[in-house]
């Protein structure tokens, strides 16, 4: 009894066990980003409107194709119209239908009436192959912009899982200037009587030790709420998952791409296929003035209680469009097109001042984090004499908690300068037209 609550107890804490392991575990930016892909609505979005435009067009293709229709009616009817004309559909008028009273007022009559057509377009000024186009420009423009938000999404998912990362760094820094600092009041008693060194000085380490601890929890507050946008982003039902270990440095030099040669984003090729779904409509509106030239057939089958007859029609037309309400429209359409046209520059400016400005930030604040980098090694090695001294009694505990303030004044310095930095660096990466599938990417299955 005793061997079987035992084993029932190991299962149960072996269960627990893997539950918690499950749900801290580490979770990738690969993994990550492979659930944001399959989740996003934004990108179910554009492929269900792709998958609507590549319908929109192979139901275009068709449009060579002649026009059929088919009308069959049962009717019954004492209308003198309908059955004189009925008995001339069967070919089965007699002498005593224009009898007056009979004509004016028929019996009632049963009969049915059946026409089957055909409406073949020759030429339409080339409307239906201009809205074809411009439904393929559509899709193309869809394409590039699944693409677009794909890159969207990818930089907002670098974006929090860098935050992560860079809170991650700092804190552990900070909790090793916290347990000095703790080290310090806890072994020295500093700020007792029987301690030679000022009560200010404790006072001046107390409120180093302060600003340590609202740095902290400033980068745990980073911490928790990148890791609730990746959670809502993925669709991952976790409350926390353990920081990754892979430095801020190397996540950002494997997964930040640089744009290409050419600033053309993804945004700005969607820019200008919808300018080219512009251009095509005003050929649309051009071709209303255009004649409309086509053949045209139909079969007849009359059947009543007479006999069955049948008959046919065929010929050519041609239509011209004399709307009023239609003069301009062409006009109008080219002066959307050239507005079209700036927005379009407007994209590729802002890209281009984007990836200049970018590189140009990029240096200035790589030499200022190298600055803060030499300045901290400089502060780190006086705290280390000073650490001496103090110890020798030969340095005030101010002399100390100065060093400090000013070790945690240059970590906040870089702290917001590597966000920064990664944030420009980001920018770029907006303009990049590389493929983010998964699978090509890291090639996920």
């Not at 423009?141 to 700092?170: G, H, P, Q, W």
């Not at 950002?252 to 984003?265: A, C, E, V």
Request: proline fraction near 2%.
């Amino acid at each position: 009894m005793k061997l079987t609550y035992a084993k029932y107890l190991f299962s149960f804490v072996s269960l627990l066990y893997s539950f918690n392991s499950f749900s801290i575990e580490e979770l990738s930016f690969p993994k990550i980003w492979e659930q944001i892909v399959i989740y996003s609505p934004e990108n179910k979005y554009i492929n269900y409107m792709k998958m609507s435009s590549d319908k929109s067009i192979d139901r275009q293709n068709l449009y060579w194709l002649p026009g059929l229709y088919l009308n069959s009616q049962l009717i019954s009817t004492n209308d003198p119209t309908l059955t004189f004309m009925n008995y001339l559909g069967e070919g089965q008028v007699k002498q005593d239908d224009f009898i007056p009273s009979r004509l004016n007022s028929p019996s009632n009559n049963v009969f049915t009436s059946t026409q089957a057509g055909l409406d073949y377009l020759i030429y339409d000024g080339n409307t239906r192959s201009s809205y074809l186009n411009a439904q393929r420009h559509v899709s193309k423009s869809l394409e590039y912009e699944k693409k677009s938000e794909l890159m969207n999404l990818y930089v907002r998912a670098l974006r929090e899982y860098t935050k992560i990362l860079v809170a991650d760094e700092f804190y552990r820094e900070l909790k090793d200037i916290q347990n000095n600092i703790d080290s310090i009041i806890n072994n020295y008693r500093v700020g007792e009587k029987s301690n030679p060194v000022g009560y200010s000085g404790y006072l001046s380490l107390k409120s180093a030790l302060n600003k340590v601890l609202i740095f902290k929890q400033d980068c745990v507050l980073n911490l928790k709420n990148s890791k609730i946008v990746l959670n809502l982003m993925a669709g991952i039902d976790k409350k926390d998952w353990n920081n990754p270990t892979i430095t801020a440095d190397n996540f950002t030099s494997m997964y930040f791409f640089n744009p290409d040669n050419s600033i053309n984003s993804y945004k700005y090729l969607a820019e200008l296929e919808n300018l080219s779904v512009i251009r095509e409509k005003i050929n649309v509106e051009e071709a209303k003035y255009l004649p409309k030239i086509g053949v045209f057939s139909q079969a007849n089958i009359y059947s009543g209680e007479r006999d069955t007859n049948t008959s046919y029609t065929f010929g050519l037309y041609i239509k011209f469009n004399l709307s009023a309400s239609d003069f301009g429209s062409a006009e109008e359409i080219e002066l959307l097109a050239k507005s079209k046209e700036e927005a379009s520059k407007i994209i590729y400016l802002s890209q281009k001042i984007i990836n200049d400005s970018s590189n140009e930030n990029s240096i200035t604040i790589k030499n200022k984090i190298e600055l803060i980098q030499k300045s901290e090694e400089i502060l780190n090695e006086q705290i280390k004499v000073i650490g001496k001294l103090f110890k020798n009694g030969n340095a005030s505990v101010a002399q100390i908690s100065e060093l400090y303030i000013k070790k945690i004044d240059l970590l906040a310095n870089k702290f917001s300068l590597k966000n920064y930095l990664y944030e420009s660096d980001l920018a770029k990466v907006s303009l990049s037209k590389r493929s983010l599938e998964p699978k090509d990417i890291w090639g996920i299955k």
